[in-house]
Structures are given as C-alpha cells and as structure tokens.
C-alpha cells in the first residue's frame, strides 16, 4: 500500500527515507504503539516529531521523501491522515508500510524501485541544530560512499544511561574517515586489523560520540544491498560493511564492490583507470572503490528520542526558557491565578482551573486541568483530564488519559485511555493498557 500527497513536485540533488518508526524492539512503549500513537506522531512541543524532520530537509533543500512505516494496525493510516490533512511543507512525501520484523536495510529493497539517486536516510525521531548545507557541503566536497553524522549528547547523565554507551568510534584525522565503530561495554576492550592501520596510520578513537542515524549514500550502495540478503540492518550491517571495504581488499573482492561502483563511477575517474602512466601506482596499492566521511556536530542541540527519557527531554528542550515558542495560546483558558512557567508551554483550547501550576513541562491541546494541580518535568498529551488536588511530577501521559482527584504520580508513564484512580500514589509506574500494570526504576 502506498500513499501519496499530491504536491508540486520539484527534482532535488538527494532523495530522503525517513525511518518512520517500526520493528519488533520498542524502547517507547507504552506511551508509542501500533494502535494509539505511532513514534512518527509522538508530540514534542506539541507537534509531531517527525515535522522537525521534515523541516530540517526542507531547509536542506530537499523535496522528495519516502516514509517507512510499520503496516500492521493503524500507524500507516495515521501517518498518512497527518501528511494529507496537517503538513503543510514542501516535501513530497510517500508513506510506504513496510513489516514490522523488516530490517532498517531491508526497507531499503521494498523501495529500491523508488530511489534513483543519492539518497539520505535519517530517523523520525531525530532533533538537530545542525545547518543541513553543512554536511550536504562536506558530502560534496569528498564525495564520499557514505557520509555519516556523529554527535556529543547534551542529554542528562539518567538519560545517556538509558540510551547506552556510546559506541567505539574511530576516525582517521587526514580524511575525516570513519574507519571503526564497534558497540562497547563497562568491561570490553576493543582491537584492530593492521590492514586497518596500514591504511590509515593515525586513527583517533572516541568513547563520548553518538551515532545520529542519519546517512548520505550513493545510489549504487542500493544496488548492493538488494544483491545480498544477508545485510538486514543498516547500523548493524551495511555501515560495518562500508567501513571495513575501506582497508580490507579480499571483502572487496570477495563481495564483488568494485562492479556495483563501477555503474555510477565518474567519468573522470574512468579515464584515470585506463591511463597507463596511472596503471602502475594501481597495482601497487590497493585502491578501495569505498569512502566514507564521519561528520562530527559539536556545540549545538542533538538528539533523538528514541527512548522513554530522550524523549522526556526533547520535549523539555523545545519548551525551555528562550525558545521561540508560543506558551499559551489565545484559545487556552488559564485561570488569573494559575502558573504557567516560561519553561511551558500549553496546548489549544486546553482549560486549566485556579490555584494549578505548570513547571518544565509541554500540555497538548484541549486537555482539561483541575483547581490546585500540580504539573512538573512532565508531556501531558492531548485530551488528557487531571481533577483536582493531583499532583504529577516526571510523568508522561498519554493521550485521553485521566488522573482523578488528589492521585500523586512521580516518574510514572500512562498510558492512553488509562483512568488512575483518586487517591492513588505511585512511583516508577507503567500503566501499559486498562489491566495492566508495572512498576520500573525508570532514570530521573
């Protein structure tokens, strides 16, 4: 099934695939699943995550982007109502369902019919000050098989831990190579091939860098992943695969890469190949038809919220002091002697009673907010009720949920339609349906 936003439709230097949210590990339930909220449409700043994705290939001057989405239950439906009825950019955007078991490189071959140039691919959930013409520029400029972007997290510590250690990442200084990434643990040390070292001699490895999921490929990498099956994964796989084509010359040969490059190779470089005062330094060294390019952002916002607590501060970071955001807007009703912080901010047609504050926190639309509550460090999703006298503080509720009189939640995560009995007090809770209950140690 495929739907299509009809738009004027402009031919652009990249296509985009946007990882829209699917596969059978979801780090996010139970405030995203299949039936009530898909990822794509998960609210920061009380706007779907994946606008800022499509705002940021906009800026890039991209027009053309595929998004893959799970196709059982209704996630596709949804994202497909949320492009035809709500978008309002510029991006020609075709929602594709893909499997929900299918690897992030195997949704590359369901749409390879579809991609007929270099393309990026970038996950919904991805949050970035970084200028897009910066790293499109640096692509360019070396023209590389792939070109991948590395961030230092401004995540809280509860955070970072939540999302993992950061990978072993290392890059040769001279090229801006990335020539090794590996995952780590407390207790893991790592080595090297000397054909890694004997290519590139100086490689500086980092332990505090975060792997922004998002890629430029050339189109003829397409071409390679649709021949071999056994590349699932792009993370996993496919950039391992890249990296190491790099410096080893029998995976080069033995996964037949020079003839996949060849197809799209340069009509300059073809006529280097056939000169013969170029054929001698050929035979000498081994000359990899694959290059990569680890772009590293420092000093600006970079995120994604692919777990419970990155999510949590995406949305603190969109409503923080400063930010040009409207806190409340001029169909909400705010009682005189209610506060809304100017780290909040307020949804649409959303009534909160008198003697209420809202600290540090993002409260969708048309949600209703008793007399003497008290928000805190907290997404309040849209149609949400909170009665009066309750208290909640690092909690997460999801869309028509309710909390009733004096209930007192801390760091709990509710789930949509979930009614939290008056009175009630919980810590680290995870109300996953109507019936079901957990309690978690969830990262403060």
Known sequence: MLFEKARHHR?????AVVLAGYGSTN??????????????????????????VLEWLEKAGIHDAILLIQSSGTAHHKLSAYISRNYQGSVHCNVVPVDEDCGTADALRV????????????????????????????????????????YESALSEAAKDDSGLAPYVGISPAQSALVYKVPRSEDDDFSMRMSLLKKFPRVRVHTNLYDAHLYIFKRWVLDMVVDK??????????????????????????EDVKKYASAYKPLLNSALSLSTTNSEQQEEEFNSPVSTHAYVYRGGFCSRGNTIASYSELNRHTTKQGMPVTRVPATAEVAPKTQVGNDSMIGEHTKIDERSSVKKSCVGAHCVIGKNVKIANSVI????????????????????AKVLEKAVLKDC??????????????HGACWMNCSLKLTLNRPN
């Not at 999703?381 to 028509?400: E, H, L, P, S, T």
């Not at 995560?413 to 919980?426: G, I, M, T």
Request: hydrophobic content about 40%; some cysteine.
């Open 11 to 15: 031919l652009s230097e990249f296509q």
């Open 27 to 52: 780090r996010l339930y139970p405030i995203c699943d299949e039936d009530n909220m898909p990822k794509a449409l998960l609210p920061v700043g009380n706007k779907p995550i994946i606008s800022y």
């Open 111 to 150: 749409i390879k019919d579809k991609i007929d140039r270099d393309f990026i691919v970038v996950p919904c959930d991805l949050m970035t000050d970084l200028e897009p013409r910066d790293f499109l520029d640096a692509h360019r400029i070396r023209d590389s098989t792939l070109s991948a972007v590395f």
């Open 229 to 254: 099956e056994k590349i699932s994964s792009i993370s996993e796989d496919l950039i391992p695969m890249l990296v190491k084509c790099q410096y080893q010359k029998k995976m080069v040969e033995r």
């Open 381 to 400: 999703m849209d149609n949400v009720v909170i009665a009066d006298n309750a208290k909640v503080d690092g909690c997460i509720i999801c869309n028509n």
């Open 413 to 426: 995560d509710v789930a949509a339609e979930y009614v939290v009995k008056k009175d009630s007090k919980w």
